[in-house]
């Protein structure tokens, strides 16, 4: 689908049976931007570029490409010439990946676009010192608390009563670091050290913090945190009823929480739900560990990354990407689909929302998600690691399988 703004002016006083007109250039005279974007985020973004494009005459073709594919898509097209200039509201854990495979073009912004932006969100597109794409949105997780049975917040590990927490939990991979980052880092269990030029390739969670983590779910086990058996529903009906009111998750659930679980052969019925609007349900911020270490959550960014295909339409790529990064853009994001802006004067406006407010209050602590190429192994052998040990299945000492574990995560990153 394209769109151009092209005027007609009519010649009018001529006797003539046909009407002539005069109009302006033609497509092939204004800019032009081919846009790729997920099918999934397509209706998010396409009517923002659009107006973009309307007031600017720039003639912009958006095209919907699987999610799944549009990765290996782009490695292809870009160097075989066939490439977008941009790619739409991808994730920000893309980039170490898109930047070796040499598709990628830095970004520059100015410094008020840049001032403009939450910090960590603009930097979850640094890589090896360059930034790569512009943040449309953020997400991260918190704890969802029910405050008729737990009053206040929990501000520390060692607080969390036992048998009251779920966390949104993937056991058919073993485990998830993803929602266990933040007892990780209780620890002071960093994934990766990091520096100025985004997250480097020496692990930060081996060694005595890992060792602490691994003997603290060793000691705790699967049950502790909701136990290997308990799905989607059960995690929201334990949250409803009292039975679990404290549920390490996302904004993804806040609409099932609200609206409850209809009867069903395997969880009992918890039609009744509990709304942040009406403050029977909290969005609470992570804890500290028990020497005074901040928990952070991994926050991913969907962004808008510009390609080596932009060559010749720089200037309308890098007009639209600045565009995306500033209030009007990210306000509409949120008024169309709900999303939590990275730009602190859109996430004002927004945070009017309650739901947005409280995730995003408890995503000031946020890291972005690793963006190197080798996080796919990572993610798998660093799940399986906590598997074990949750199950009481660690091969020899729970401390002894995470360094060994370590080892060949650090090197799978070093190849």
């Known amino acids: 689908m394209k769109i151009r703004k092209s005027g007609i002016a009519a010649i009018a006083g001529l006797a003539t049976a046909a009407l002539l007109a005069i109009a302006t250039p033609s497509q092939a005279d204004n800019p032009t931007l081919l846009i790729w974007v997920d099918n999934g985020a397509k209706p998010v973004v396409q009517k923002v570029i659009y107006d973009w494009a309307s007031d600017k005459n720039v003639d912009v073709t958006i095209v919907g490409k699987d999610f799944g594919a549009v ?10 010439g066939t490439g977008p200039d941009i790619l739409a509201a991808a994730p920000h854990d893309w980039t170490g990946d898109l930047a070796a495979a040499g598709v990628l073009r830095p970004i520059t912004l100015t410094a008020s676009v840049k001032a403009g932006l939450q910090k960590n969100a603009y930097d979850a597109f ?38 009251k927490l779920s966390v949104g939990n993937d056991w058919n991979a073993n485990s998830d670091p993803y929602h266990f980052y933040p007892f990780q880092t209780s620890f002071g269990a960093n994934v990766f050290g990091s520096n100025a030029n985004g997250w480097t390739k020496t692990l930060g969670m081996a060694g005595a913090p890992g060792a602490a983590f691994a003997n603290f779910l060793n000691a705790k086990k699967a049950a502790f945190f909701g136990g290997v058996d308990h799905p989607w529903n059960n995690a929201i009906c334990d949250l409803i009823n009292g039975t679990r009111p404290l549920w390490v998750t996302g904004p993804w659930a806040i609409s099932a929480v609200e609206g409850g679980v209809a009867n069903s052969a395997s969880t009992p019925r918890c039609s009744k739900g509990i709304s942040v609007a009406k403050k029977t349900l909290a969005i609470d911020p992570f804890w500290k560990g028990n020497d005074g270490k901040v928990a952070k959550q991994f926050m991913g960014v969907r962004g808008f990354y510009l390609t080596n295909s932009a060559a010749t339409n720089l200037a309308s790529a890098n007009s639209l990407l600045s565009y995306i990064a500033g209030k009007d853009a990210q306000v509409a994001f949120y008024q169309k689909a709900n999303k939590t802006p990275a730009n602190l004067a859109a996430l004002k406006v927004a945070s009017k929302d309650l739901t947005i407010k409280g995730f995003a209050a408890a995503g000031v602590t946020a890291v972005p998600m690793p963006n190197i190429p080798a996080m796919d192994s990572v993610w798998d052998k660093w799940g399986k690691v906590e598997g074990r040990i949750m199950k009481g299945l660690a091969v020899g000492s729970a401390a002894a399988d995470w360094d060994a574990t370590m080892g060949e995560i650090q090197n799978l990153v070093n190849q």
């Open 126 to 163: 640094l890589f090896n010192g360059n930034h790569y794409g512009v943040p449309g949105w953020t997400e991260n997780i918190a704890v969802l608390r029910n405050p008729k049975f737990i009053k206040a917040p929990i501000t520390k590990l060692s607080q969390i009563p036992a048998g």
């Open 71 to 80: 990765r290996d898509l782009l490695k292809t097209a870009v160097p075989g």
